[in-house]
């Protein structure tokens, strides 16, 4: 199985300032099955980011994917207050697949 | 608007069962495949499994602590999924998710509906 590690925990930022979340695989993840995923508190997940680096419909272009193999960060260039929640990264790795998330990112928005 | 609704959430004790629902709209629901995600109280996700749409054989898969227990099936003809758990255990608490796999190139989860909630307890 697949573990993914995020880090920070949790991030505590001013609107405006720019985010770098990082997710980190045991092993290599291919590029085509690293997703992101924001929830707010009492909301389902909502798809950011699929494919490492492809925007969901409708996700704002502060938001953006990178990474490869075994590292992946998600940035949020420019946050604003309704950025406040928490971000997990899920990867699908594996036959038949291995889906995991990692453990989330809070981001406080001051 | 794609949408995906689940019902059937509840209070279960331990070792009963219970039937998830989640009706699908907007979207080719035969084209679909399915997955099912849990959320235990303040705790992160967890894929609890998924279905394959009919054309692409139709089976499901799940994560070890319950594929003993659970089964994931379809009704295209009323553009459903079920999630049909048995030996209920308490760590089984969450709330669950119903989600449309986006493509399964990417299986990222594209639609998510709003959650049940199933709390095993005596």
């Known amino acids: ?110 | 608007e794609a949408q995906v609704v689940e019902s059937g959430g509840g209070l279960v004790k331990p070792g009963g069962s219970l039937r998830l629902s989640c009706e699908a709209s907007g979207f080719n629901f035969n084209l679909a495949w399915m997955t099912w995600v849990r959320q235990a109280p303040g705790k992160g996700l967890e894929w609890v499994g998924r279905i394959k749409s009919k054309g692409s054989g139709g089976s499901a898969d799940y994560i070890a602590p319950v594929e003993d227990r659970f089964t994931i099936s379809r009704d295209d003809s009323k553009n459903t999924v079920y999630l049909q758990m048995s030996s209920l255990k308490t760590e089984d608490t969450a709330v669950y998710f119903c989600t449309k796999v986006r493509d399964p190139g990417s299986f990222s989860l594209e639609y998510w509906g709003q959650g049940t909630l199933v709390t095993v307890s005596s």
Not at chain 1, 70 to 87: C, G, H, Q, W
Request: a neutral charge.
């Open chain 1, 1 to 110: 199985e697949i573990v993914l590690t995020q880090s920070p925990g949790t991030l505590s930022l001013s609107p405006g300032e720019r985010a770098t979340l990082s997710c980190r695989a045991s092993q290599s993840v291919r590029s085509s099955y690293l997703a992101w995923y924001q929830q707010k508190p009492g909301q389902a997940p909502r798809l950011l980011i699929y494919g490492t680096s492809n925007r969901a419909t409708g996700i704002p272009d502060r938001f953006s994917g990178s990474g490869s193999g075994t590292d992946f960060t998600l940035t949020i260039s420019r946050l604003e207050p309704e950025d406040s929640a928490v971000y997990y990264c899920q990867q699908c790795g594996g036959s038949p697949p291995d889906l995991t998330f990692g453990p989330g990112t809070k981001v406080d928005i001051k």
